[in-house]
């Protein structure tokens, strides 16, 4: 890959964290894996703006999703999603 191609992937990773509901959906994801329903619930969103938002979370693999009958439940990806995050809100906190 050469430098160009990761520079534009990289930024447009960050494209994906400039949507407040995104982030607000994956700092519920770093305590636990939830449904859909639930996350809409607490997030006070519906359930199919959850599911757009996790729609584009999974295609750019921040989310990993597991079937359990019906039911899909959403988690993190790894952990490097984890660490993006923390970092960005040690970053904000030091402002």
């Known amino acids: ?6 520079w534009g992937d990289l930024a447009d990773l960050f494209k994906i964290f400039g949507d407040s509901s995104r982030i607000r959906i994956l700092y519920r994801l770093l305590e636990r894996e939830y449904s ?9 969103m519906t359930q199919s703006a ?4 996790l729609k584009i979370l999974k ?10 009958g019906k039911q899909i ?3 993190l990806a790894d952990d490097h999603v ?7 809100r040690e970053h904000i906190e030091e402002m």
């Open 1 to 6: 890959m050469s430098n160009t191609d990761i």
């Open 36 to 44: 859909v329903n639930v996350l809409a619930d607490e997030l006070d």
């Open 50 to 53: 959850v599911s757009h938002q």
């Open 59 to 68: 295609m750019n693999k921040l989310v990993r999703s597991r079937r359990e």
């Open 73 to 75: 439940f959403y988690s």
């Open 82 to 88: 984890s660490t993006i995050l923390s970092m960005g």
